[in-house]
């Protein structure tokens, strides 16, 4: 190996390991489930770039007598099952999208299957480009699948997917570099040098979004315990922004063929704490409560306050019927838990009464509609604290200019007063 390919690859290796040690150091400091999968992945994906560069025989000549083709054969494959099946969870699509569940489960299963096809190859005595050619096709398949999660997150409305895209695209030009690599072709040092960039790019992106996603997380579970003071609500989308957040959400589904669910959650006693001797009492509640759906829909679905005492949300693109029902019956059990209103030792508990106004829009609706629909919803909330199950639901009609004869106080869907 030439001085220069040889700075090339220990450059990479030493952003590598960099990352390792910060991640080695996220997890002693704040161990969970979350920052231990993304050490676990790092260290894998990360030694088997260095392997497959190279760099440890040119260092140390004595690591030539060693037969590394069985590692190389299944490292490769093991990894992107692994990268595959976090990205899943990292995106959310593997427990809301339909499409990716089902590439998702045979993806991974070929990927590990895979990797006990080619370690058989190796056992059979099949020569090493072979098992590396055929290694680096069953890994070309991973980075397509991966690239599919990437884009169809993006499509139903994550806009930090696109650096996602971004990250898949680096991964592409790493697995192809690092294979030829390992296959012994010379594709000169500008190539490597490509390659490695595209090796430091790719974890950089992930890590840099994984920790993104975490810390978003992390502050959604301390706003929905109470622990984060009120901030008026501003993150939440009102008004006129809101009703462009749920045009976007029925455009999207209109696109994709898709039904759309709109739903309106009333909270009927947000000022029962008046003479309270808490600071803002509402806005704590307000800022608990969406954090609280914010959870249980999601981050590509739009949550939204119409008025202080109604939250909006819209779930775009509904491929299975059975998940709309879920997250309704889980906002209306997760919200009617307790709020602390207040710092300690001030705090109040607040028991919040709820009810959910749903209406299912079915696919080919236009997003001109978005005003009437969330009026709808938010009628149909209203009553629905009169209803023994707190929930009403009603089917958009396509055609909205028709009357609505669904019960006389449905006939107008004219903003409630409040």
Known sequence: MQVLEMAIWSAMAGVLVTLTVAATFDVATRPSLSSARSWLSLVLTGGACILMSGLPEALWPSWNEINWLPLKATIGPLCGALAMTYLGLWSGLRSEDLLVRRVMGPGASFLVGGTFLLLGLVVAGLPADTVLLLTGAVNSLAVLMGVLIAVRSVTLGDQLSRWMVLACLCLAQMTAGL????????????????????????????????????????????????????????????????????????????????????????????????????????????????????????????????????????????????????????????????????????????????????????????????????????????????????????????????????????????????
């Open 179 to 418: 294979y030829a690599k390992g296959l012994g072709m010379d594709m000169g040092n500008a190539y490597w040098t490509l390659t490695a960039c595209a090796t430091v790019g790719y974890f950089t992106t992930v890590v840099v979004l994984v920790r993104q996603r975490s810390r978003h997380f992390r502050h959604l579970r301390r706003q929905a315990a109470g622990q984060v003071p009120a901030m008026a609500s501003a993150s939440l989308p009102v008004g006129a922004h809101l009703v462009a957040r749920v045009e976007d959400a029925l455009w999207r589904s209109q696109r994709m063929g898709r039904p759309c669910l709109v739903a309106a959650v009333s909270v009927s006693n947000l000022y029962a704490y008046r003479e309270s001797p808490v600071m803002n009492p509402e806005g704590d509640i307000l800022v608990a409560l969406s954090a609280r759906i914010r959870q249980l829909v999601g981050f590509r679905n739009v949550v939204g306050l119409y008025h202080q005492r109604c939250f909006v949300l819209a779930l775009s693109a509904v491929q299975d019927p059975t998940r709309a029902e879920l997250v309704t019956e889980r906002v209306l059990r997760e919200l009617r838990m307790s709020v602390s209103v207040g710092p300690d030792p001030l705090s109040l508990p607040f028991q919040p009464e709820v009810a959910i106004g749903v209406v299912d829009v079915p696919a080919g609706t236009d997003e001109s509609a978005a005003v009437r629909i969330i009026n709808l919803a938010e009628q149909l909330a209203l009553h629905a604290h009169d209803e023994p199950e707190r929930v009403l639901r009603r089917t958009w009609v396509l055609r909205p200019q028709a009357p609505v004869a669904l019960s006389p106080w449905l006939a107008e869907t004219q903003p409630a007063s409040l």
